[in-house]
C-alpha cells in the first residue's frame, strides 16, 4: 500500500505572480518543438534540454542519449517525453540521484522539470516521501504527468526556469550535489602527507603484547673464572706494541 502524497500549501514564488518585467537578453528563451524547421533547430532544442536536465554546458559524448534524440528528431515522441526519458536516465541517476539525499534531489529535479523551486519544507518532504515508498521514476511521472507541467509546457515546450527576473538561471547556481556531499569526498580522498594516513598504518599493525616470564637466578650454576697462579700458553708477540704480556 503506497502512501498518498502529503499536502502542503503553496507559497506565493514570484513564478505564480503575472510578470511585469520587460523582456531582455536574460530572459529565458522558450523552445518549442513546433518551431524546429531543421534539423539544426531540433539540435538546439536537443542541447537545450541537456543543458536544463543534465545542468551540462559542455555536453560529455557519454551522457548523450542516443536512442531518445532519434525518437525526437523523427517526432516519434513528444519534447515531454524526451524530458522523461533524460531525468529517467543512468545519467541522471548517477549525476543526482545517487550522490543526494531525497530533499536535495526533490529540490533539484523541481527545479530542472517544473522550472520552480520548492515551496516549502512541507513539500520537500512530500515529494521525499514518495521517492522512498515508490522510487525516484515514479516521482519523475509524477511531475511530468501534473497539471502543472501540463499548464506551463505542454507536450512539446522545453522546460526551463519560469519568471527568472533576477540572480543566475537554476542549472548554473544549483550543483548536482550539496556541501555535505562534497565534504565528504573531500575527507575521503588520499591527501600526501596527512597526519591521517599515518594513524591509519599504525592502527593496521596491530601489535602483540610481549609474555614476560620470571626467572630465578637460585639454581642458576655461574661458573668460576677466577685465575691462580701464572697462566699457561700466553702467545709470546715479537711486537713490543702488542697488548698482551711479551717475554
Not at 536574460?26 to 518543438?33: E, I, K, N, W
Not at 536536465?53 to 523523427?74: A, G, P, W, Y
Not at 519544507?121 to 502543472?148: Q, R
Not at 650454576?221 to 697488548?243: E, F, K
Request: with cysteine; charged share 25%.
Amino acid at each position: 500500500m503506497s502512501i498518498p502524497l502529503l499536502t502542503y500549501k503553496p507559497s506565493s514564488q514570484n513564478q505564480r505572480v503575472a510578470g511585469y518585467e520587460v523582456p531582455n537578453e536574460d530572459t529565458p528563451r522558450t523552445y518549442g518543438l513546433e518551431n524546429c524547421y531543421s534539423d539544426t533547430d531540433v539540435e538546439e532544442l536537443i542541447w537545450a534540454a541537456y543543458r536544463q536536465v543534465f545542468s551540462e554546458h559542455l555536453l560529455l559524448r557519454s551522457n548523450r542519449q542516443i536512442t531518445l534524440e532519434t525518437q525526437l528528431k523523427n517526432r516519434a515522441i513528444t519534447v515531454r517525453d524526451f524530458i522523461r526519458g533524460l531525468a529517467k536516465s543512468e545519467v541522471y541517476r548517477r549525476l543526482v540521484v545517487e550522490s543526494n539525499s531525497n530533499y536535495r534531489v526533490v529540490e533539484i529535479t523541481l527545479k530542472r522539470l517544473l522550472g520552480r523551486a520548492p515551496y516549502n519544507k512541507d513539500e520537500e518532504i512530500a515529494w521525499s516521501i514518495k521517492i522512498a515508498t515508490l522510487g525516484f521514476d515514479a516521482f519523475v511521472d509524477a511531475l511530468i504527468n501534473s497539471e502543472e507541467y501540463q499548464t506551463n509546457f505542454g507536450e512539446n515546450i522545453l522546460p526551463s526556469q519560469r519568471r527568472r527576473y533576477k540572480d543566475r538561471p537554476f542549472n548554473l547556481v544549483t550543483p548536482r550535489y550539496a556541501d555535505y556531499w562534497r565534504d565528504k569526498i573531500e575527507s575521503e580522498r588520499y591527501k600526501w602527507g596527512n597526519v591521517q594516513n599515518f594513524l591509519e598504518m599504525a592502527r593496521s599493525i596491530n601489535p602483540k603484547a610481549a609474555n614476560h616470564q620470571s626467572v630465578q637466578t637460585a639454581n642458576i650454576q655461574i661458573p668460576d673464572t677466577s685465575r691462580t697462579g701464572d697462566s699457561q700458553g700466553i702467545p709470546v708477540s715479537i711486537n713490543p706494541s702488542a697488548n698482551f704480556p711479551v717475554r
